[in-house]
């Protein structure tokens, strides 16, 4: 086992190596972060010098996310919100089958265009889906809650 493995972790999961540095990681950086504000880290480099590094919420939110999937053992792809993807990796991120994404889209339910014989399928067009189909599922849910604990008082 290598520590310093340059593959990235789209098509492997991360290594016992990894997984420790990741945790070890994701605890300093946890502990420094103050929920709303910057978050500023000092690095040691070479030659004993110091270097601080201020991340902006948002970024030190990410990190955290990408250190959390990695120290749990999980590998992740990260998609550019304005890169177009196949069906097929489009599928994939929904969790369905290519067949029933081609469906989705030849429906109109989710926007995408065709290079020669290809579709393609943008990646915020499609987190949009997603967000408004979680949202739709969490509400039936709900309502289904609602519905049970109103019949279990009659």
């Known amino acids: 086992m290598t520590a310093l493995r340059k593959e990235a972790f789209f098509d492997r999961l991360p290594d016992e190596v990894e997984i420790k540095n990741a ?3 994701r605890t300093i950086v ?4 103050k929920e709303g504000e910057p978050t500023t880290l000092s690095l040691a480099l070479e030659g004993g010098k110091v ?7 948002a970024l ?13 053992g999980r590998g992740f792809r990260m998609i550019p919100v304005g890169s177009e993807l196949t069906t097929q990796q489009a599928a ?6 290519r067949p029933f994404l081609v469906k989705l889209l030849e429906e109109g339910e989710i926007p995408f265009t ?25 509400d039936a849910l709900s309502d289904l809650a609602r519905t ?7």
């Open 23 to 25: 945790e070890q990681l």
């Open 92 to 97: 994939d991120l929904l969790n369905v089958s």
């Open 30 to 33: 946890a502990s420094q972060i």
């Open 114 to 138: 065709k290079t020669g014989r290809h579709r393609r399928v943008r990646a915020n067009d499609l987190f949009a889906y997603k967000e408004k189909r979680d949202a739709t599922r969490s």
């Open 60 to 72: 030190a939110a990410s990190l955290l996310e990408v250190l959390r999937l990695v120290s749990s």
């Open 51 to 57: 270097q601080n590094v201020t991340l902006a919420p």
């Open 148 to 154: 049970d604990s109103e019949e279990a008082l009659i």
